[in-house]
C-alpha cells in the first residue's frame, strides 16, 4: 500500500524499485526523502536509497548515518550507508512505511518511519552533488 500522505524531508520510508532495470536499484529498500513537495509535482519525490552494508570503498557520495532509532528488521541495523549516487525521483505509490513487529496479544498493525536528522541531511545534499558530479557546488551549502 502506497502512502497517503507526502513525506517530509529526512523521513526514512519503504521504496519499492522493482521494476527498475539493472544496474538500477531493483528491491524494496529504505531511503530519505530528500525533495521538498513541489507545485504541479505532487506525485513525485526525490529520494537516496539506503543500504546495512558498508560501500568499499567509501567515496564522496556515500554518507553514513546512524540512526537513533532503528528501523524495524530486517533493516534493524542502527549503522546505514546513504548511496548519494543513486539518487532518483520514484512515484509517491512506491513508498510506503515500515511494518512494526505483530503483537503477541492481536490489536491493530503499527506502522511507522524512521527520520534523518538535520546534520545528517546537510551530509547527504553533499553526497547528491558529488554523485551527480558537481563536487565544486558543495561550497555553497
Not at 536499484?25 to 539506503?50: A, D, E, F
Amino acid at each position: 500500500m502506497a502512502l497517503s500522505y507526502y513525506p517530509s524531508i529526512g523521513e526514512i520510508v519503504l521504496c519499492d524499485y522493482r521494476g527498475f532495470i539493472e544496474p538500477e536499484m531493483i528491491k524494496t529498500r529504505p531511503v530519505v526523502v530528500v525533495s521538498p513537495r513541489l507545485r504541479r509535482r505532487g506525485n513525485l519525490i526525490g529520494v537516496v536509497p539506503l543500504s546495512t552494508t558498508a560501500p568499499k570503498p567509501a567515496e564522496a557520495y556515500h554518507c553514513l548515518i546512524q540512526l537513533d532509532n532503528p528501523l524495524p528488521a530486517p533493516f534493524d541495523n542502527p549503522i546505514m550507508w546513504a548511496k548519494c549516487d543513486m539518487y532518483s525521483v520514484v512515484a509517491m505509490q512506491r513508498l510506503d512505511r515500515f511494518k512494526e513487529a505483530k503483537q503477541r496479544h492481536g490489536g491493530a498493525r503499527q506502522w511507522r518511519v524512521g527520520r534523518a536528522n538535520t546534520l545528517q541531511i546537510a551530509a547527504l545534499k553533499k553526497g547528491i552533488l558529488c554523485g551527480l558530479g558537481f563536487d565544486s557546488l558543495t561550497i555553497h551549502l
